[in-house]
């Protein structure tokens, strides 16, 4: 009997000690239904924007992988095509929500205080990034930035955008995000197995890190694009202007010389002698 009472009481433990911002964590506790429900309530729900949805993909991809239950435990691994179809599919459903949200209610839903789960920056950043961007590369591209892709949605329903344009987009953001985040950790398993073993506890800041970086890298070879862009305008508006000025002058000499016509004439033509 206290046999089970003390099994009973470390169970509970075990469960209450769940970190929620842990990926390991999530993934031993809650499986594949779990990495479905996290990816919608990130994408749909503004209280979701916490879960870390970047590094909870790249270990799924690990855990689905062969050497799963070497790293995890026994009866961790996860279905690959489960992920590969589930995933971005939770992906889309949230993003959906969260788009008929803003939709529906406008700015009334960000007219809040600031608190711990919620900041007007976020919303403020969401915004900055779809008038930048543009509505479709804005929804592709906030797939791969923590707390835009939460926030982006809602926001793209309150600024008008269609959502049968914003699920076209919200669909290509959700797979390359989902899938790909999934096949990179499924593909490096083995690799990372051989180089760390069952110690992934001890990498996942490096490996989030490096999560981070490939997800911004969408982001900074966007803003080249914009800025060199932003440079060749200006050029091409310098040397209209130029050319512009040029005409205008031109013009201005042949209207006072159809005006004008004797103003040109010998200089001593019609003297008096």
């Known amino acids: ?22 990926p390991k964590d999530l993934l031993q506790t809650f499986g594949l239904v779990g990495v479905w429900v996290i990816l919608f309530a990130e994408t749909g729900l503004l209280v979701g924007f916490f879960f870390p949805g970047d590094s909870l993909l790249f270990l799924a991809g690990v855990a689905a992988s062969p050497v799963a239950d070497a790293i995890f435990g026994d009866g961790t691994r996860l279905s690959l095509a489960g992920l590969l179809i589930g995933g971005p599919i939770c992906a889309i459903l949230g993003a959906q929500l969260g788009h ?5 209610y406008g700015r009334r839903m960000f007219e809040r205080p600031n608190s711990r789960l919620f900041k007007k920056e976020y919303v ?7 008038q930048k961007f543009g509505p479709a590369k804005a929804v592709v591209l906030a797939r791969f930035i923590p707390i835009v892709r939460t926030f982006l949605n809602p ?9 049968r344009q914003f699920l076209m987009w919200n669909i290509v953001g959700a797979v390359l995000w989902v899938d790909g985040i999934l096949l990179i950790g ?13 110690k992934i506890d001890h990498y996942i800041l ?3 890190a490096l999560i981070i970086l490939i997800s911004v890298l969408p982001i900074f070879i966007e803003f080249l694009r914009d800025r060199r862009a932003r440079k060749r305008g200006e050029a091409v508006a310098v040397v209209a202007a130029a050319s512009a000025a040029g005409a205008v002058e031109a013009v201005r000499e042949k209207f006072d010389h159809d005006e004008h016509p004797h103003d040109r004439r010998h200089p001593g033509h019609g003297q008096e002698r």
């Open 124 to 130: 403020e950043k969401a915004e900055y990034y779809f």
């Open 186 to 198: 499924y593909l490096l398993a083995d690799r990372i197995y051989k180089a760390i073993g069952d």
């Open 155 to 163: 926001v793209a329903g309150a600024l008008g955008m269609p959502a």
């Open 206 to 208: 490096p490996v989030v």
């Open 1 to 22: 009997m206290a046999v089970d009472t003390a099994e009973k009481t470390r169970a509970l433990t075990e469960s209450v000690a769940l970190n929620p911002l842990d």
């Open 100 to 104: 008929w949200l803003g939709a529906r």
